[in-house]
């Protein structure tokens, strides 16, 4: 019995080194993530910066769109970069009103689906809601008294 014991401490401790492994070749591709989202938006923002002039001629509305498209994209880009830094719940909710935003401003959708889209938007800021109450009735007193936020 005693030798089984040992065996299972010893699986346990194989078990977490594998677990502590895992989780750095993680957090590494989470870091190459966000280095790949970074130079994309760098990218993306020095090529705006012609495109800029387009617009200010004035010339009809499609460079107008085209920029608008452009620059949505690279706030995407932005909050993509921000969400894999520090993810949270209000994170998520960030990058999902942009992309919501920008199918609504330059994707031409119909009516429908803008009111889908708004409905969409306004159920999830209701689930975060009340998932923010919910840890607030949830955490422990000492934690209250400590003035932290929860980290949702």
């Known amino acids: 019995m005693n030798k089984y014991l040992e065996k ?6 194989a078990d977490k080194k594998m677990y502590d492994v895992w989780h750095l070749i993680c957090d590494i591709l989470e870091y190459v993530c966000v280095a790949l989202v970074f130079i994309a938006v760098i990218v993306t923002f020095v090529h705006l910066l012609p495109e800029l002039a387009d617009v200010f001629s004035g010339e009809g509305t499609l460079e107008l769109m085209t920029f608008l498209e452009d620059v949505l994209t690279l706030a995407i880009g932005i909050e993509f970069m921000k969400l894999f830094a520090h993810p949270s719940m209000s994170q998520v909710l960030e990058t999902i009103v ?40 949830t955490e422990p007193e000492n934690k209250k008294d400590a003035g932290q936020k929860p980290s949702l």
Not at 8 to 13: G, P, Y
Not at 109 to 136: C, D, F, G, H, Q
Request: proline share 4%; no cysteine; aromatic share 6%.
């Open 8 to 13: 299972l401490e010893k699986f346990r401790k």
């Open 98 to 137: 942009f992309l919501v935003s920008r199918h609504m401003l330059v994707g031409n959708p119909t009516p429908m689906e803008n009111l889908l889209s708004s409905l969409s938007i306004i159920l999830l800021v209701m689930a975060y809601l009340a998932v923010r109450l919910l840890a607030k009735k």
